[in-house]
C-alpha cells in the first residue's frame, strides 16, 4: 500500500512539473501518446488515497490538454462513464462492489475535469465548456435518476451499504450536474428538456432527503452515510443559490421555485422555537437544543435575501422596468413577498433569529472588543443570526412601508415579558437606523425607554450597541 501510494503521488507530481512542453526535461510527445489511453482503464482501484491521487493526475492532464491537444477527452470520458454505470445496472452480487468503485472514481474525474472547465474565463475555453455541457448532462442526468429510484429501493429493502454507496454516486452526479447547470449553457430557455426536469426534480429530492435526515435520531446523524447525506442535501441549496446568482430573471421565472421558496421558509419557522427555548436566563443550567441542520437554514436566509433585494429584480434610477424586471417583479409580488407573508418573515426574524443567544452573551462577557470586532468581520455565511440580520435589514429597505409602521408602534410599547423579543427589537432598532431616522426621534424614545436590569444585562449592552448605530 504504501509503495503504491508513493508512486501514484510521484506520478501525479511528475505531471505537474514535467507534463508541460515548455518546461525543463519536458515529457516527450511519444511519452504522452503511450501514456492517454492507458489513463482511463484503471479506474478499479479501491484504496481511497490512492484513487484520488489518480483521479487529480488525470483531471491536471485534461486541464492542459483539452480542447486543443486532447479534444476527443470529453467525448471518452463521458463513454467511459455511460458504460461503467451500465455494468453497474446489470451487475450481479459479487462483482457489484467493483462496480461501484469504477463508477465513483469516473465520476469523480468529470466532477474535477467540469469543474476545470468552468474555472477558465477566455472566450474560446468557455465556448468549449458550451459546446461539452450539453453531452456530459445528458450522460450524468439520468445517472443520477436511476441512483436515486435504487437509493430509494435499497432504503426500502433495509440495504445499508448500497444506500450508502448510491449517496457516494448520488453526490458525484450532483456535484458535475451543479456545475454543468449553472455555467454550462449559456441560452437557458434554449437548453433540453432535460435541464429543466433535473432542476425541477432537486425541488422534491433536496425535501425527500431532509425529510429522511431530520427523522433520524440525534446520535445517528454522525455515522458516515448521514455525512454524505447532508452534504447532498447542501449540494442542493448550492445549486439554488448559484442558479439565482448567475441566471437570476430565470430563476424567478421557474415554475419550481415558488414551491422551493415555500419548503425554505416551512424548514426556517420550524427551527425557529428551538432558538429562543431556553430564556437566557437559564441558560447556564439548560442548553438550547440544536437547530437540525444549521447551514440549511443559512442557506435559506441568503435565498430570500437574494429575492428581496437584487439589482435584477429592481427599477433602473429613472423607474423603468425592461420586461424581464416586469416578469420577475409580478411573481414576487404576488407569488412571494406579499404582504402578510413580509410581516411574518419580519416577526420571525426579530423575535427567534436576530436576537442575541447565550453563546454571544458568553464571548461578549470574555472579550467584549473581539466581540464587536468579530461583529464587523464578514462571516454572515457561517452563523444564522448574522445571516438574518442581514436579511431583516435588506426587507425593511425594500418593504418600508410595510413593515416600518408596526416596527414604530412596536417600539413605543416594548415587551418586557421576554428578553429575546426585547433584544430583537432594540436590534431591529439598531440595524434600521436609516430607515427609521425620519419615523422617531431616537433621544426622546431612549429617554422614556431606559435600559432595564436583566439577569444578564443583556439591554444595558444592547442599548450601548444601539446608541452606537444611531449616533453619527
Given amino acids: 500500500m504504501s509503495a503504491r501510494l508513493m508512486a501514484i503521488i510521484t506520478f501525479k507530481n511528475g505531471i505537474d512539473k514535467y507534463w508541460k512542453k515548455t518546461v525543463l526535461h519536458a515529457i516527450g510527445i511519444a511519452e504522452k ?4 489511453p492507458q489513463l482511463l482503464s484503471m479506474l478499479d482501484e479501491d484504496a481511497p488515497q490512492i484513487a484520488v491521487q489518480y483521479c487529480v493526475a488525470i483531471a491536471r492532464i485534461a486541464r492542459w490538454e483539452f480542447p486543443l491537444v486532447w479534444p476527443a477527452f470529453a467525448e471518452e470520458l463521458a463513454s467511459r462513464v455511460h458504460v461503467i454505470a451500465h455494468e453497474l445496472d446489470s451487475s450481479v452480487d459479487g462483482n457489484r462492489r467493483r462496480c461501484y468503485t469504477m463508477e465513483h472514481n469516473a465520476l469523480y474525474i468529470l466532477h474535477l475535469f467540469v469543474k476545470m472547465l468552468c474555472e ?5 475555453e468557455r465556448q468549449a465548456l458550451r459546446s461539452t455541457a450539453p453531452g456530459l448532462f445528458s450522460v450524468v442526468a439520468p445517472i443520477y435518476a436511476r441512483r436515486i429510484a435504487q437509493f430509494n429501493e435499497a432504503l426500502h429493502a433495509g440495504d445499508s451499504e448500497g444506500s450508502q454507496e448510491l449517496l457516494k454516486s448520488i453526490r458525484f452526479c450532483l456535484k458535475t450536474l451543479r456545475r454543468l447547470f449553472v455555467h454550462g449553457f449559456g441560452d437557458f430557455e ?11 426534480a432537486t425541488v422534491g429530492h433536496q425535501a425527500a432527503f431532509y425529510e429522511l435526515f431530520s427523522g433520524l435520531p440525534a446520535e445517528s446523524r454522525e455515522a458516515d452515510g448521514c455525512r454524505i447525506l447532508v452534504k447532498i442535501i447542501l449540494l442542493y441549496g448550492k445549486i439554488h443559490l448559484e442558479f439565482q446568482k448567475f441566471k437570476a430573471v430565470r430563476f424567478i421565472t421557474t415554475p419550481a421555485v415558488v414551491p422551493l421558496l415555500r419548503w425554505y421558509w416551512q424548514q426556517i419557522q420550524s427551527e425557529a422555537p428551538q432558538l429562543t427555548a431556553v430564556p437566557l436566563e437559564r441558560s447556564g443550567d439548560i442548553e438550547s437544543p440544536p437547530l437540525v441542520l444549521e447551514r440549511l437554514v443559512i442557506q435559506g436566509l441568503e435565498l430570500y435575501r437574494s429575492v428581496v433585494k437584487n439589482m435584477f429584480y429592481l427599477a433602473d434610477d429613472n423607474g423603468q422596468m425592461d420586461s424581464d424586471v416586469q416578469r420577475c417583479r409580478l411573481v414576487i409580488d404576488s ?3 406579499t404582504a402578510p407573508f413580509v410581516a411574518q418573515m419580519s416577526e420571525t426574524l426579530m423575535c427567534h433569529y436576530i436576537p442575541l443567544k447565550a453563546c454571544d452573551i458568553e464571548m461578549w462577557q470574555d ?11 464578514d462571516h454572515w455565511e457561517f452563523d444564522v443570526r448574522r445571516s438574518a440580520e442581514r436579511l431583516f435589514k435588506d426587507l425593511v429597505n425594500q418593504q418600508r412601508d410595510r413593515i416600518v409602521p408596526g416596527l414604530v408602534q412596536a417600539l413605543q410599547q416594548p415587551s418586557m415579558n421576554s428578553s429575546f423579543k426585547l433584544d430583537g427589537l432594540y436590534t431591529a432598532l439598531g440595524l ?15 429617554r422614556q425607554h431606559p435600559p432595564t436590569d436583566s439577569p444578564m444585562s443583556v439591554s444595558k449592552w444592547r442599548i450601548a450597541w444601539l446608541i452606537g448605530k444611531w449616533v453619527p
Fill in 33 to 36: 501518446d503511450l501514456i492517454r
Fill in 120 to 124: 477558465r474565463k477566455l472566450a474560446r
Fill in 190 to 200: 434554449s437548453a433540453d428538456a432535460i435541464v429543466h426536469e433535473f432542476y425541477v
Fill in 335 to 337: 407569488e412571494i413577498l
Fill in 367 to 377: 472579550d467584549p472588543e473581539a466581540w464587536i470586532a468579530n461583529e464587523d468581520l
Fill in 432 to 446: 434600521c437606523a436609516n430607515e427609521l431616522y425620519d419615523y422617531i426621534d431616537f433621544c426622546h424614545w431612549l
